[in-house]
């Protein structure tokens, strides 16, 4: 009896902690070398995802692009931005007012001589664009600035 009750409560830590593997795994940042991100990126993504580049504006990519669907983090995969916060600024780059909760993360950006705030993958550190205070003040008056290049687009099913 004595034995059993020592077993079960093995089998329940060993379980406990096969878990907790298992949600670190869910959380896990993907991380790669520059020679890793150079392999599976085209030169573009290359530049604009991992060296910080930026897109020439213009009405390419997905600046006016407004189909149902979500867009993905071109390095990872990650759900970044859902269509229905992409909107039209006219500023050359596709521009959404929120990205999806926990996604995104904000780093203060110098360079240029201009104080921007970065906009990275919070998943592989990819990136993205930057944030702005212009946006619609109907929303949330941000205006997350996105390169096409940094993003991939998945339409709804609906
Ligand atoms: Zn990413």
């Known amino acids: 009896m004595k034995r059993l009750t020592i077993t079960s409560i093995l089998i329940i ?10 949600s ?6 993907v991380k790669k070398t520059e020679k890793e991100w150079r392999a599976i990126l085209t030169p573009d993504q290359y530049f604009i995802l991992r060296q910080k580049g930026t897109d020439v504006p213009g009405d390419y990519g997905y600046t006016n692009h407004f189909e149902k669907g979500t867009y993905l983090c071109a390095a990872c995969n990650t759900q970044l931005f859902e269509s229905n916060t992409k909107y ?9 007012d929120d ?6 993360k904000f780093v203060s950006d110098n360079t240029l ?3 921007r705030t970065e906009i990275i993958c919070k998943t592989c550190g990819g990136h993205l ?12 008056g941000k205006r997350y600035c996105v390169n096409s290049t940094s993003i991939t687009f998945v339409k709804s099913e609906d």
């Not at 830590?13 to 298992?22: K, N």
């Not at 039209?88 to 780059?93: A, L, Q, R, V």
């Open 88 to 96: 039209e600024s006219h500023c050359g780059w596709p521009s959404f």
């Open 129 to 140: 664009g930057h944030i702005f205070d212009d946006g619609p003040k109907e929303t949330t």
């Open 99 to 104: 990205a999806i909760p926990g996604k995104v």
């Open 113 to 115: 001589g201009m104080k």
């Open 13 to 22: 830590i060993f379980c406990a902690t096969l878990q907790a593997q298992d």
């Open 24 to 29: 670190k795994k869910m959380n896990k940042k």
